[in-house]
């Protein structure tokens, strides 16, 4: 039974891309990678996923730049931020933009199973 | 050092007291694990003192389920390092089944206890999301310091006490080696910091090493009382420029001197036959291996060269560098008597202890040849023996033996 419920994942490591498809398709939901600030515009402009998880820093642009343009396309996009913990400042610019949380890496998958479940049915 | 203790551990993958890079031993495992448990995957969260959480930093897959190095963490709050440390937790064990926490929350007396019961489920969801069947708890004393993960058995068998038994001792093998990596890490550390603090690290690091050879337990105290009895009659003899600092570099090397023992196995420093070329070769190394260690420190040169050549023969047919006469280090020809004196002096695994007479007369028989003629006869001054040739007729060093 498919979930319907698409996320689009942005991270420039493809271990981590892949480890989250596995993990998330678990759950039925429909995952799309993209690995850098192009594929994610245009995957989002394509797919129109329910969640975005977009890592702060990418090889092309930084992340904050890439959520304010998504913002743009879709206001209420929910998109998470994947930072590290020392990354504040980013994560605070991330917050004034509009990012609708933060993941922080390494991720304790408990918690981030809590901070998705209340934005998509599991 | 690192290559020497690397080409140790593919040797001997389990006497990782001896392995300061825990991830090559780490990988290794988990591939054991892996293989012989046809697992999914194998994962292992190592406690960071830094982030006060656990980190799996290394894993090994056969099927899809490959965690990037360094990208999962385990925090304090979940239930999993939960269920390990908790006290409160009545049925606290070092591992966890999947299934056995299924039959638990189906049992009827789990059902009256609705916070327990809670915890269980959060737990076995917590499973789930890591894909284990089951974790075994790295402890060090009180501390959880690692957490393995196991992923499904491919086989769909179940994990047996023979398995478990297995996965208990690799899982003591990780943490010992955990323990020893973080042991050289602080010395690292140390070593910028300070170097008293460094001193005692090195110096807990030796008497491990002395605690594994049982025959020179006592040996290195001893060698520093010898060492530094010679040098005060040496100091009559010639002149040593700022004799204090000498002092006190003598007591250091002396202590240190066989801290290079630690990259030797602990088979061949207990061996009970004489060895054989291939373990005197590693034996050999001690010198060169203690003198990397210290080296790091600005200004221990003459403590470095001291460690380095205390194997030197006033002939020039010791080792590392067959270094001859005065091109030896004082500090190292004094630490060689003392040394070779003590060793003696005492049961070898190999053969009963001389007599101090014999001890005496060897050392005599080998001034110019092994020893130094100077430090000989300082030796000789420092250690009169007494009428009897039974005890020296000295009152300052106190009582031999550990």
Not at chain 2, 253 to 265: E, F, N, R, Y
Not at chain 2, 384 to 400: A, C, M, Q, V, Y
Request: glycine share 4%.
């Amino acid at each position: 039974m498919r979930n319907n419920k698409k996320i689009l994942i942005v991270d420039d490591d493809i271990a981590v891309i892949d480890f989250f498809a596995s993990f998330l398709e678990r759950f039925n939901l429909e995952v799309i990678k993209a690995k850098n600030a192009d594929e994610a515009l245009k995957f989002f402009n394509l797919n129109k996923p329910d969640l975005v998880f977009l890592d702060i820093q990418l090889p092309d642009r930084d992340g904050v730049s890439v959520l304010k343009d998504i913002l743009e396309i879709s206001p209420k996009a929910k998109v998470f931020m994947l930072t590290a913990k020392s990354e504040k400042i980013l994560q605070k610019k991330a917050k004034e933009i509009g990012a609708f949380d933060y993941i922080t890496k390494p991720i304790d998958l408990a918690i981030f199973i809590k901070k998705i479940k209340r934005y998509i049915e599991i | 050092m690192r290559k020497i203790l690397r080409e140790y551990l593919e040797k001997t993958a389990k006497q990782t007291i001896l392995i300061h890079r825990s991830d090559t031993l780490i990988k290794l495992i988990l591939r054991t694990i892996v293989s012989k448990l046809n697992l999914e995957y194998a994962a292992m969260a190592i406690y960071d003192k830094n982030k006060d959480e656990y980190v799996i930093k290394i894993s090994r897959t056969k099927g899809n389920f490959k965690i990037p190095p360094n990208f999962l963490k385990i925090t304090k709050e979940n239930p999993i390092v939960k269920y390990f440390t908790n006290k409160d937790f009545p049925s606290r064990k070092d591992h966890i089944f999947l299934d056995k926490i299924s039959l638990l929350i189906k049992s009827k007396k789990i059902k009256r206890n609705p916070k327990l019961l809670r915890f269980l489920e959060d737990l076995k969801f917590t499973l789930l999301l890591y894909r284990a069947r089951a974790c075994i708890a790295g402890f060090f004393g009180k501390d959880l310091i690692g957490i393995l993960f196991l992923g499904e058995r491919k086989d769909k068998k179940k994990i047996n006490d023979d398995d478990l038994a297995f996965l208990s001792v690799l899982s003591t093998d990780i943490v010992m080696s955990l323990k020893n990596a973080w042991l050289f890490e602080d010395l690292n550390y140390q070593i910028q910091k300070n170097k008293d603090l460094f001193l005692q690290t090195v110096l807990a690091l030796a008497s491990s090493i002395e605690a594994k050879d049982r025959y020179t337990r006592g040996h290195t105290e001893r060698v520093v009382k010898y060492s530094l009895a010679i040098a005060d009659v040496l100091k009559k003899y010639i002149k040593i420029q700022n004799y204090d600092k000498f002092k006190e570099d003598l007591r250091i090397s002396a202590l240190l001197h066989d801290i290079g023992k630690i990259g030797v196995p602990e088979r061949i420093l207990n061996k009970k036959k004489p060895l054989n070329v291939k373990d005197i070769e590693y034996i050999r190394k001690h010198p060169v291996i203690g003198a990397d260690i210290l080296e790091k420190i600005k200004d221990f040169k003459d403590i470095v060269l001291a460690v380095k050549h205390h194997h030197e023969r006033y002939d020039g047919k010791g080792y590392p560098d067959g270094l001859k006469n005065k091109k030896i280090p004082l500090l190292a020809s004094i630490i060689a008597i003392a040394d070779a004196f003590d060793a003696m002096t005492t049961d070898r695994p190999y053969r009963k202890a001389f007599s101090l007479k014999e001890a005496v007369k060897e050392i005599k028989r080998n001034r110019k040849r092994q020893f130094s003629p100077l430090v000989v006869d300082s030796f000789l001054k420092a250690f009169p023996l007494d009428k009897n040739e039974e005890s020296f007729n000295i009152t300052h060093l106190g009582s031999r033996g550990s």
